[in-house]
């Protein structure tokens, strides 16, 4: 809480074999006294996920078997008691996958046909899954199919209320029933599993053999040898933070290009890409102070998703003076840790404490590609659809005196604003000749674009001039390719 953090995230498990009713409300009592604790700095919230225990093959809990409904029992418990707190958000795992789980846990040979169709109906990551009623429709439905219905529904009461009350004795006969999974050698004794489901019942602690006592499990031998038992090392000594170097010396001015398969990447991601190459170059950066220093690196005007980007630019902050050396080698270095579709093109020198990289850019150049779509309603009168005015639309729109853009602002609110003044140039890059004579509508049609950047990065892109032809042309048209080929920078 001193240091900022506000919420955090508990993890407990219910329905372990012993666990009382006490033990499922000691979350809910863990929970109110985290909270009181951390009262006199803030209300603490909390995001708890409530797992169901389901036993495995192979541990002494192997007899165990779940039961849906005291899982909800105990659920419904708990959910009680923590209706009384304040700040908790819950989340129970489905106890009818628990019940799966269970199932296909320990089951025996006759599960290979379940597996085969719940695989089939679409299961699979079923952690996963968007839906659990999807994944457990696929579940039952293969268990039905096999015929093993009736041994699943016997999981909603489960087998282990009656086995828990036996006697020391009568446990240990029990025990000795064979499970399907005998015959497979896992080194430790399912004699010693069976004594140690006694001790886990008691609650006796059994020493980790790593650094204390053996308790003769089986799994040492000839063939696998014996376990060292050695003393715990001393944990090591506390390294106090260290904050990253961080003083402005130089800054560089890197062009580049993001093309092919990069294209697809996000501005997020072309941000973390960067600054992964830039911790394996080696190279001095500088970042920024505070409790989370970042590299001083800026992106000039980010490239929406899908976009190939010619000649973009971004700003680097180095804490030695690197304009001092060969500029060449320095590219070289840190193009060595990018991909061959994120090309270094250029690198300059450019005074540290000048304006930011985003004050100096002046202008976009964009390429794009748009294409009529069919109407929805085909012209019927005539056999061939209308040939379009692209010249016409297109010096309509240089000749308006504004563009209204709509949007919605962060908060969701409408907002209108005009953005004729950022248009500088506008034309087809294909001669009229290039169309279907018939002016088809399949035809697409590439465009080139030159618009103004201001100080707040505002500026237009190809969507925008998508929509104001198809309202000129009255027909939807479909943005295909689009390409910035550079970002014009303002001159020096
Ligand atoms: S030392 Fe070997 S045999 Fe003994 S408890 Fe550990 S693993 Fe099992």
Redesign the pocket.
């Known amino acids: 809480m001193e240091t900022g953090y506000r919420k955090i995230k508990l993890y407990f498990m219910i329905g372990l074999p012993g666990e009382g009713d006490d033990d499922v409300l000691g979350i809910a009592d863990t929970c109110r006294s985290l909270q009181e604790r951390c009262r006199d700095l803030g209300r603490l919230e909390l995001n708890l996920t409530i797992s169901n225990f389901t036993p495995k093959p192979h541990t002494p809990f192997q007899w165990h078997s779940v039961s849906t409904a005291e899982f909800q029992r105990r659920q419904e418990l708990l959910r009680r008691a923590l209706r009384q707190l304040r700040g908790i958000k819950v989340n129970f795992t489905d106890v009818r996958l628990s019940a799966v789980e269970d199932f296909v846990g320990r089951s025996d040979r006759r599960l290979a046909p379940v597996l085969e169709a719940a695989w089939r109906a679409g299961a699979g990551l079923d952690a996963w899954f968007e839906s659990a009623e999807r994944t457990y429709a696929a579940w039952t439905g293969a268990i039905e199919a096999a015929g093993l219905g009736g041994r699943y529904r016997q999981l909603e009461m489960g087998g282990w209320g009656s086995a828990e009350a036996l006697s020391a004795g009568d446990l240990a006969a029990f025990c000795r029933q064979p499970l399907p999974w005998d015959h497979i050698d896992s080194g430790?004794d399912k004699l010693?599993l069976a004594e140690d489901l006694q001790r886990a019942l008691a609650a006796t602690v059994v020493e980790d053999?790593?650094f204390a006592g053996?308790?003769?499990?089986?799994?040492?031998?000839p063939e696998l040898g014996?376990?060292v038992?050695i003393p715990a090392p001393p944990p090591p000594p506390p390294i106090p933070p260290r904050s990253p170097a961080s003083e402005r010396v130089s800054r560089l001015r890197f062009g580049f290009a993001k093309t092919g398969s990069l294209a697809l990447i996000s501005h997020l991601d072309t941000v973390r890409l960067l600054e992964r190459a830039l911790r394996r170059s080696g190279l001095p950066v500088s970042f920024t102070g505070g409790f989370h220093p970042l590299p001083r690196l800026q992106l000039a005007l980010s490239l929406p998703l899908g976009v190939v980007g010619l000649g973009e630019w971004f700003d680097l902050e180095f804490t030695a003076p690197l304009e001092r050396l060969d500029l060449e080698a320095v590219r070289r270095q840190l193009q060595a840790q990018l991909p061959a579709e994120f090309p270094l093109l250029s690198v300059a020198s450019v005074p540290v404490f000048g304006p930011s990289l985003s004050q100096e850019l002046q202008k976009a150049h964009w390429h794009f590609d748009l294409q009529p779509l069919p109407l929805d309603s085909p012209p019927t009168t005539v056999d061939r659809a209308p040939a379009l005015d692209w010249d016409g639309a297109l010096a309509d729109l240089l000749a308006a005196e504004t563009l209204i853009w709509s949007d919605t602002d962060k908060k969701g609110r409408p907002r209108q604003r005009d953005c004729r003044p950022y248009l500088l140039r506008l034309g087809r890059l294909r001669p009229a000749g290039d169309l279907d004579p018939d002016g088809s509508l399949e035809q697409p049609i590439r465009l080139a674009l030159e618009a103004t950047i201001d100080l707040q990065g505002r500026s237009l892109r190809p969507e925008q001039l998508q929509h104001w032809l198809a309202e000129r042309l009255a027909v939807p048209l479909r943005l295909g390719r689009v390409e910035r080929r550079s970002l014009e920078l303002r001159p020096c």
């Open positions: 430790v010693w053999c790593s053996c308790s003769s499990c089986g799994v040492c031998g014996h376990n038992v």
